[in-house]
């Protein structure tokens, strides 16, 4: 959360010549509720539920650019997905930057009533372990979102499936 996969994915998508399509927007459209509301009236379980059936149908047809929640990586059926089907990027950041990315935005469920930074910490502990497994590791720097995007399209240049 805030290492910039919406912002960076619709600009990478356009590069690209793709299609761009957030899966936290499909699973609200999905369930018709706000990603918050889902989390206080279902808890974070049936969030995952959804958002893997989502994550799923996205990655059918035609090739696309798709950016992810944060959590989705981390289960272990949309992992394996993405890791056969896609090429996964890792935008790493630090936790300073993230935390202070996201106070922009105070709508985040896993951050209500929480310290971000040390919430964020504690994510990474947890998650990292799993974005490692990522094709590719980008990292995401305070700096125009253009210079993480060109990361991404000379890192894509470059690799090849194992």
């Not at 305070?142 to 194992?162: F, G, K």
Request: charged share 35%; aromatic share 6%.
């Amino acid at each position: 959360m805030g290492a910039g996969k919406t912002t960076v994915g619709r600009r990478l998508a356009k590069r690209l010549d793709l299609p761009f399509v957030d899966s936290d927007e499909e699973i609200e459209k999905a369930a018709d509720r706000k990603i918050s509301e889902i989390f206080e009236r279902f808890g974070e379980a049936s969030f995952r539920d959804g958002e893997r059936r989502v994550v799923r149908r996205l990655i059918e047809g035609p090739p696309k650019v798709i950016a992810t929640g944060g959590g989705a990586f981390v289960d272990a059926e949309t992992r394996a997905l993405i890791l056969e089907q896609c090429v996964a990027i890792w935008l790493q950041a630090d936790p300073e930057m993230l935390a202070e990315r996201v106070a922009r935005r105070p709508t985040r469920p896993l951050l209500k009533d929480r310290d971000a930074l040390a919430t964020l910490r504690d994510l990474g502990t947890q998650r990292n372990r799993f974005y490692a497994e990522a094709h590719l590791h980008i990292c995401s720097r305070a700096a125009p979102h253009e210079r993480t995007v060109q990361r991404i399209v000379d890192a894509l240049a470059s690799w090849r499936p194992a």
